[in-house]
């Protein structure tokens, strides 16, 4: 456990005083903050806050300066907020706890946008479904599977990750999930993963996948609704296109 002490604090805000001296006080991001609110500050001086030091020869904006150009994509910090402590670490002046406090923000921004789970989320719409879990799951740097189980209205009854795979892939077995949905006295339930890539096309993997839990659920008496991909900001019920593989249909 890290405790954070008032010597920690007084050390963290005199380390960034004596780094910001260089820094006329109209350029000094806390001072700018303070006066012209954090709309008014740019991407590098958000992340000088952070930081609050940079290192020998370099102030905090110049480190936060190297850390936009290493990890801005398309204009975008999508790049940083998957970014590992090691990885940060490995830039001049970031060390474990800079690097902690950068995630930690990204952490804080993510959570502030997913959208609360209701007290009964109908699962009948795919829509409605990745309106709640597509944010927890398409910046995900690994693939992640979640089966939700529901009762005989589509209500959810409870959802669990299931499996954690790599960069491209997760493994499943149907026995283990039909078991949990029979624990839960699911009526229907319904597969969910994210593609890392950002693309939620279906890979051949995953349509066998799909037709697998189709034949077993015609013998468990669970109902397979839908198998749905979350990609970035898109996805695709399989259920819903399936015209061409005939896999639900």
Do not use: W
């Not at 800079?98 to 923000?105: E, M, P, T, V």
């Amino acid at each position: 456990m890290i405790k954070i002490t008032s010597k920690n604090r007084s050390d963290f805000f005199m380390k960034y005083r004596m780094d910001m001296k260089s820094l006329p006080s109209s350029e000094r991001p806390y001072e700018r903050f303070h006066k012209l609110g954090p709309e008014a500050l740019t991407d590098s001086e958000l992340i000088a806050i952070l930081i609050g030091s940079g290192s020998q020869g370099k102030n905090a904006v110049q480190t936060a300066n190297e850390i936009i150009a290493r990890y801005t994509t398309n204009g975008r910090l999508e790049s940083l907020q998957r970014a590992s402590v090691e990885e940060l670490i490995q830039i001049k002046g970031i060390g474990v706890n800079k690097a902690i406090r950068i995630l930690a923000a990204f952490e804080l921004a993510n959570r502030s946008n997913l959208e609360p789970l209701p007290d009964k989320l109908d699962c009948s719409n795919p829509s409605d479904i990745v309106k709640y879990f597509g944010p927890k799951m398409e910046n995900l740097e690994r693939e992640e599977l979640r089966a939700l189980f529901l009762d005989r209205k589509n209500i959810l009854i409870k959802d669990k990750v299931i499996s954690t795979g790599g960069l491209s892939s997760t493994v499943v077995y149907p026995r283990d999930v039909f078991k949990e949905a029979l624990k839960a006295n699911a009526a229907c339930l319904i597969l969910i993963h994210n593609h890392p890539s950002g693309n939620p096309t279906p890979s051949n993997d995953d349509l066998k996948t799909t037709k697998v839990f189709v034949e077993a659920s015609k013998i468990l008496g669970v109902k397979f609704h839908d198998h749905i991909i979350i990609g970035k900001e898109k996805f695709i019920s399989l259920a819903s296109e399936d015209l061409h593989n005939h896999i639900f249909f």
